[in-house]
């Protein structure tokens, strides 16, 4: 069974960095692209930034709100990926997914998701 | 990016009812479209992929159809449990979600 538990979510100042992690099992984790998808309190989902396999090249591609401020990482060896957020601002406020992105830039399996608030 | 308009926001619907939710996007995207249910204080889930293709598990009372701009989401015999908020999202392009449909049972 595919599970995706996030972690690391909390209050941070604006201006503060945080860093999530994306604990993963039930599949062949290097052989999978990851994606992380955020929610704002009672808003729609947003595509935040995803990486690719080693075997694909390792690179990133993030949406424009965020690049330059958030690096998605992955560490093969503990099956977990992450997604360090900087200078953070109140719209980045929202509960934060991570998923498998599949073949096809589909969103396949989600974790539960782990709040991040932005606030003074 | 690709902009998405789903309809209705929202809708009340008996069970047992055929319930269509249709996405439109602002240019092309072939068959390039999956849709995901979401209930409430979950995450999302996976429905439908390449506009009409059911993902594994779940009912078949959900179908998709559709292609370049317009597409749609049918449940042909809503059920209790289906009470979600509904997104498409295109996979064209750089990803984008349509703003939601929610789903509520009368």
């Known amino acids: 069974e595919v599970q995706l538990v996030e972690s690391g979510g909390g209050l941070v100042r604006p201006g503060g960095s945080l860093r999530l992690s994306c604990a993963a099992s039930?599949?062949?984790?290097?052989?999978?692209?990851l994606s992380w998808v955020r929610q704002a309190p009672g808003k729609g989902l947003e595509w935040v930034g995803h990486i690719k396999t080693k075997t694909d090249g390792g690179t990133t591609d993030y949406a424009a709100p965020v690049k330059g401020r958030f690096t998605i990482s992955r560490d093969d060896s503990r099956n977990t990926v992450y997604l360090q957020m900087n200078s953070l601002k109140s719209e980045d406020t929202a509960v934060y997914y991570c998923?498998?992105?599949?073949?096809?830039?589909?969103?396949?399996?989600w974790g539960q998701g782990t709040l991040v608030t932005v606030s003074s | 990016d690709i902009q998405m308009t789903q309809s209705p926001s929202s809708l009340s619907a008996s069970v047992g009812d055929r319930v269509t939710i249709t996405c439109r996007t602002s240019q092309s995207i072939s068959s390039y479209l999956n849709w995901y249910q979401q209930k409430p204080g979950k995450a999302p889930k996976l429905l439908i992929f390449v506009a009409s293709v059911l993902q594994t598990g779940v009912p078949s009372r959900f179908t998709g159809s559709g292609a370049g701009t317009d597409f749609t989401l049918t449940i042909t015999s809503l059920q209790p449990e289906d009470l979600a908020t509904y997104y498409c999202?295109?996979?064209?392009?750089?990803?984008?979600f349509g703003g939601g449909t929610r789903v509520e049972i009368k």
């Open positions: 998923s498998t992105y599949g073949s096809g830039r589909k969103f396949d399996y």
């Open positions: 999202q295109q996979s064209y392009s750089t990803p984008t």
């Open positions: 039930g599949f062949t984790f290097s052989n999978a692209w």
